[in-house]
Structures are given as structure tokens and as C-alpha cells.
């Protein structure tokens, strides 16, 4: 398993310092190569740069917000194709539905998932 | 000559005869021829007096047959009818006339009319005897109608009736000898008219926009709020569809399924609708709209109902906005506090992991603390619940005591940190509680958004009948573009974020609400990279 991981790039996009910290750890010790912006802006910069192969967004953020970043990176010919998952604690339709209208089918609320569940979730991604 | 004469005084023209007959045959009784002219004088004279009085006796039955004719005409129809001859003297009056003025013939036939009834006005004014229509019938041999007055009995005589009334001239040969005076009680009228005004009444002046339209959906009625709602004139309505006007803006189907229920259903539609006044601004309210059937069960109107619910809904929408974004705000650090949790429960943790998670879990313990106290003071001041229990303090002991808690955190940044205090400060009657939220707030933020090694200014001072309040700091600013939010609810500058990102977004809007309450105020001036002043005003009038 570990040697799959080897290597991938995970971007994460969120303005909670805490939350950063704690994914990139949990997730560098699966072996993933992790990396934080902390605001839509950011994270559209370093991704267009670093093309992660997968990125994790939150969506209320400074400056830009995530379901900004995420139309503007469909806007992009490598951003088109990219992998991503919302990881939020908004959990209403509308913005549900702006996420599934630019192909993102995993919308997570952060406070209904264990942190267990969410780096298998991550895997499964990026088999 | 003498047949003129016989034609009028046939009474007094026999009497003379036969008079004159009996004064011959006694002048003459001896003179045969004499006498004999006497008796045939007197025979003339008894056959005149006798043909005359047939002929009256003839005459008065043709009169009374005429009467009793008239009467049963009358009766017949529904009107009270008076006749007067040309000095306004009642000659006749039919049964109608006298149940609606209840009064018996004997009482009024051979009176003038117009002493036993005045007449009023609505409001209770008399018409002057001259006029009167039966007067001006008479005087003018004109015809007179009018539904304005009412009857009233001179001298407290029974009750006064609103009655319609058509007078006309009776003319024979040119001349005027007498008034017909036909008027019916009109009491049913009246009240439904006044119920009427009563129903047009309650409909104009109800908070509610009311339009009425006939089957096809043409405005024939309007009252003033839906003039007010829409912004058209009820001129610019009549005659039109309201979906050419205001309507229109919902989807087709909504109008399709609308019709067929008040059309074809011949039921209430209930719904809620987004219009569009005059003016373009689009409005939201809730409809009602009934058909009105006839006997034949066929709709022969519309009456719709409209309540402007455009405030009610973005308060709802507010309301619904704060809870979600309060319950994302209370998310983040519950999220972060259970994934720690979770990795403090991992078995091959290290000592130094722990400490380090632990810490964290705490602050973010912490920060949901600070929020949801926040939270509740807001709520407070959203329900009007907040609890102001003001007393007679010094503000310098709440100021120096705040100052004293932020006094670790100025001393670690290495701010400097002045005090400006007056003197002659009064006591002033605040809400000791309320009051420490609000330095609480100015005083932190100023030291939050403040470089290390910057400055802070806190004053103050009594400013004729107020007591200012300022905090000046060398912070980030707030960048103009974004100055004009900082009060909102959640909101939260781009640059505060991003230099510090735990905040609520809360505090300014909560200072301000406070001080709103007091009877204060507060403004700023702010340059992003150089600093900011926040000024708040409390009024120091002592209760």
C-alpha cells in the first residue's frame, strides 16, 4: 500500500490552522506527500504549480472561498481534470449542489467524520 | 246672460222663481191668468230646483266612485302617494302613503301637508319650506325628485323616514291647482348602503392589498394598499390583468396550476408569489385568491388577497443564515477538538505528540467557549432578551480591570500600552457586566491586530454631557474596501483572518449592539498597515 502512496501530493486548502496541522501530520505519516494553503486564493496558486493529485477544500475561507477556487480551477486545463474532495462544515444543498455542478462527489462535513474514516476515504481516492 | 246664470245659480235662480210664482198667484188670486202665470212660474222653478239637485246628488256619487277608484289604483302600487290642491291642503292620500307616514286620512286631509312633515337631511338639517319639492312643484310647476331626505314628523310625532320622492304640478288649463307628491320608504335602501360603505370601508383601509376581478382576470377593483403595494393608481389597474402588471414573474407552471384551481376547481388558492412593483423592485407575498360563484355555480369575480411578506422573509432568511453559519462557526473547533481526541487515543503516541495534541484540543476548547458566550449575547440581542441591569458606577474600575486581564498579552507582544484617563469623570448608570464585554472587545482586538512592539492609546474622558471612548492602535487596519461591514454579524476583514485566523466575527457587532442599548454610539478610523481607532460615546447623564 505504503508504496502506491509513495509520492502522491495532497494539497490541502483551509484558513483553520489547527485543522492544517492535523491532516498534514496524519497524512504524511500514511506516506503522502502533503502541503497547506490557507485561503482559496493560495491554494489556486499552488495548485495550477504543484498539480497535487489530490486536494482537500474547505470552503469558507478568506479572501477567496473554496466553491470560488473550485469554478476557477475547472477554468484550467489540468485544474479541468483534478481530483477533489470538499471538506467543510457547511452542509447546505446549495452549496452541495455548486460542488456536484463542478464535478465534486465528495462533499465531507468535517464534524461527522472520524478522522480514521476520512484517511481511508483518501486512499480509496487516490488507489 | 240668463243661461250663465242658470248654468251657476241654478240654486238661487229656482228659489227666486219659485218665489216669484207664489208672489203672483197671491198678488193675483182673483185674476185666473195671473195666478196661472204664478203656478207656472213656481212649477219652472221646482223643476229647475229638482233637475239641479239630481244633478248634484249625480255628480258627488261620480266623485266618490273617482275616489274609491283612485284609492284602489293607489293601493295597487307600492308608492305612498299625497294630492294637494294649490295651497299645498292634502286632498288625498292612498293607504301606502299613510302606513308609511302612519297616520290615519282624517288627521291629514284638508291640512296642509307641509305642517305635518318637515324635512331632514342626513345629517339631521331641515329643508326650508320653499324647497320643499311639494313648494317648489307648486311655485315652479316643476317636477321635483330626490332620494337626499328624510320625512319628519313636526311635533314629536313618530319616527323619520328616509323616503325617495317625486313631485310634479297637477295643471289644468295653464294653471297650477295642485301638487302630486309620489314617495316610498326607502329605510332597506339606506341600511344596505350603509353597510356597503361599511364593507368599502374595512376593504380600503385593511393592511392588506385587496384586488376584485371579473372572471377573466380584469381588474375592477382595487383597494389603496394594493395601489401602495404595486405602486400603480387604480386607474392604471382597471381594466387590466394583474400578471401584465406586477405579475408574471413565477414560473409558468406555477400560474397554470393557480388557474385551475379558482378557475376550474372553483376553489381557494393559497401561495406565496414573487411580484414586481412599478418601480421594478420585485416583492414577495403570500396570496389568497377566492372565486365568487352565482347561483348557477359559474364565477362571475375574483378577490385576491395580498400580504407584503418581503421584511417577514428576509427575516426568516436571516435567521436561517445565522444558524448556519453559527453551526459551521461551532463546527470547526468541535472538528478539531474530536480529531485530536482521536489521535490522542492512537496507541504508538508519543509523549511529546500528546503534550503537543492536548494543547491544542484545549485551545480549541477555548475558542468554542469564547463562541458560544458570544453566541448567546447574540442571540440575546437578535430575540431582545438581553438582560441591562444598570447601576451607578465608575467606568475608570471596569476599563482598569479589563486592562489588568489583557496585561500578560501586552507585556509578551511588548506593546506600549498608555492610559488616558480624566479626572473629572462622573458616575455614570450602565450595566457593569455589559460594559466590561465592550473594552473586553476594543481593548483585545487592539492588542490581537497589533504587531509586537506597537503602540496602544486608551482614553477616556468626559466630553460635555457624553463620555468618550477611544482606542488607537498601530495594528493591520481594516482595508477600506471592507470598512463598511465591520460591524456585521461573522464578518470578518480578509487581513484579520489571515493574521490571526481564530475569531468569531462577533465582537464588533456585539459592542456595538451594547452600546446601541446604553444609548451610545461608535465609529472608527482606520488605514490598513498603519492602525485604527475605534471611538464609542456613552451618555453620562446621571438618572
Not at chain 2, 311 to 338: G, Y
Not at chain 2, 439 to 464: C, D, H, W
Request: hydrophobic residues 40%; aromatic residues 8%.
Amino acid at each position: 500500500m505504503k508504496k502506491i502512496i509513495a509520492g502522491k501530493k495532497i494539497l490541502i486548502v483551509e484558513d483553520e490552522i489547527a485543522v492544517t496541522r492535523l491532516l498534514s501530520e496524519r497524512l504524511s505519516k500514511e506516506g503522502f506527500m502533503v502541503s497547506g494553503a490557507k485561503d482559496g486564493a493560495e491554494g489556486l496558486k499552488k495548485a495550477k504549480k504543484t498539480h497535487p493529485d489530490l486536494i482537500i477544500l474547505d470552503i469558507i475561507m478568506p479572501v477567496m472561498d473554496g466553491l470560488t477556487m473550485l469554478k476557477e480551477l475547472r477554468k484550467d486545463k489540468w485544474g479541468r481534470h483534478s481530483q477533489v474532495i470538499i471538506l467543510t462544515n457547511l452542509s447546505d444543498g446549495e452549496e452541495l449542489a455548486t460542488a456536484v455542478e463542478h464535478k465534486v462527489y465528495d462533499f465531507l462535513v468535517k464534524a461527522d467524520w472520524k478522522l480514521e474514516d476520512l484517511i481511508k476515504k483518501v486512499k480509496e481516492k487516490l488507489k | 246672460m240668463l243661461g250663465g246664470i242658470l248654468r251657476q245659480k241654478y240654486a238661487i235662480f229656482s228659489n227666486i222663481l219659485i218665489l216669484a210664482g207664489l208672489y203672483f198667484v197671491s198678488r193675483y188670486n182673483y185674476a185666473i191668468f195671473h195666478s196661472f202665470i204664478g203656478i207656472v212660474i213656481v212649477i219652472i222653478g221646482t223643476i229647475v230646483f229638482i233637475i239641479w239637485n239630481t244633478r248634484r246628488a249625480i255628480k258627488d256619487i261620480s266623485l266618490e266612485e273617482a275616489g274609491a277608484k283612485y284609492e284602489a289604483m293607489f293601493a295597487s302600487i307600492g308608492d305612498g302617494l299625497v294630492i294637494t290642491d294649490k295651497e299645498g291642503r292634502t286632498t288625498f292620500i292612498n293607504k301606502e302613503g299613510r302606513r308609511i307616514l302612519s297616520i290615519g286620512k282624517s288627521k291629514i286631509i284638508g291640512r296642509i301637508f307641509s305642517d305635518l312633515w318637515t324635512m331632514e337631511d342626513e345629517a339631521g338639517k331641515e329643508l326650508p319650506y320653499k324647497k320643499r319639492p311639494i313648494s317648489i312643484a307648486l311655485r315652479d310647476a316643476k317636477e321635483v325628485k330626490t332620494d337626499d331626505y328624510y320625512y319628519v314628523p313636526t311635533g314629536g310625532r313618530g319616527k323619520k323616514v328616509p323616503v325617495s320622492i317625486a313631485a310634479s304640478p297637477i295643471i289644468l288649463r295653464g294653471k297650477v291647482i295642485g301638487a302630486i307628491d309620489v314617495f316610498s320608504d326607502i329605510t332597506k335602501e339606506k341600511n344596505r348602503i350603509i353597510e356597503l360603505e361599511k364593507f368599502k370601508l374595512a376593504v380600503e383601509n385593511t393592511s392588506d392589498h385587496i384586488i376584485i376581478t371579473d372572471a377573466d382576470g380584469i381588474i375592477l377593483y382595487a383597494n389603496k394598499v394594493a395601489e401602495k403595494i404595486t405602486g400603480y393608481s387604480l386607474k392604471e389597474m382597471v381594466g387590466k390583468k394583474s400578471g401584465k402588471l406586477w405579475g408574471g414573474l413565477m414560473p409558468k407552471e406555477y400560474y397554470v396550476k393557480m388557474w385551475d384551481i379558482i378557475k376550474n376547481k372553483k376553489q381557494d388558492f393559497f401561495g406565496e408569489i414573487t411580484n414586481r412593483r412599478k418601480n421594478g423592485e420585485k416583492y414577495e407575498a403570500s396570496i389568497d385568491i377566492a372565486p365568487i360563484l352565482n347561483r348557477r355555480g359559474e364565477v362571475i369575480f375574483f378577490v385576491g388577497l395580498e400580504r407584503d411578506i418581503t421584511k417577514e422573509k428576509s427575516i426568516d432568511r436571516a435567521k436561517t443564515e445565522f444558524v448556519s453559519l453559527a453551526s459551521h462557526q461551532l463546527r470547526t473547533p468541535l472538528s478539531a477538538i474530536k480529531w485530536y481526541g482521536e489521535m490522542l487515543m492512537e496507541k504508538d503516541i508519543q509523549e511529546k505528540d500528546r503534550k503537543r495534541y492536548l494543547k491544542q484540543l484545549y485551545a480549541s476548547n477555548e475558542r468554542m467557549i469564547e463562541l458560544v458566550n458570544s453566541l448567546l449575547d447574540v442571540s440575546h440581542i437578535e430575540m431582545g432578551t438581553l438582560e441591562v441591569k444598570p447601576k451607578a458606577i465608575n467606568i475608570i474600575d471596569a476599563a482598569n480591570a479589563v486592562v489588568t486581564e489583557l496585561s500578560y498579552e501586552i507585556k509578551e507582544k511588548n506593546i506600549k500600552f498608555k492610559e488616558v484617563f480624566g479626572a473629572d469623570l462622573p458616575k455614570i448608570n450602565i450595566d457593569q457586566k455589559l460594559i466590561k464585554i465592550v473594552f473586553q472587545n476594543l481593548l483585545s482586538n487592539a492588542v490581537k491586530y497589533t504587531p509586537r512592539g506597537g503602540r496602544i492609546i486608551f482614553e477616556i474622558k468626559k466630553n460635555r454631557s457624553v463620555v468618550s471612548i477611544s482606542v488607537r492602535d498601530t495594528g493591520i487596519g481594516i482595508p477600506a474596501s471592507q470598512q463598511s461591514k465591520v460591524f456585521t454579524k461573522f464578518f470578518r476583514a480578509d487581513n484579520a483572518r489571515e493574521y490571526d485566523p481564530n475569531g468569531t466575527g462577533l465582537g464588533l457587532y456585539i459592542v456595538k449592539s451594547f452600546l446601541e442599548k446604553f444609548g451610545g454610539k461608535i465609529w472608527f478610523e482606520s488605514e490598513e498597515n498603519k492602525g485604527t481607532v475605534f471611538y464609542a460615546e456613552l451618555p453620562s447623564k446621571k438618572k
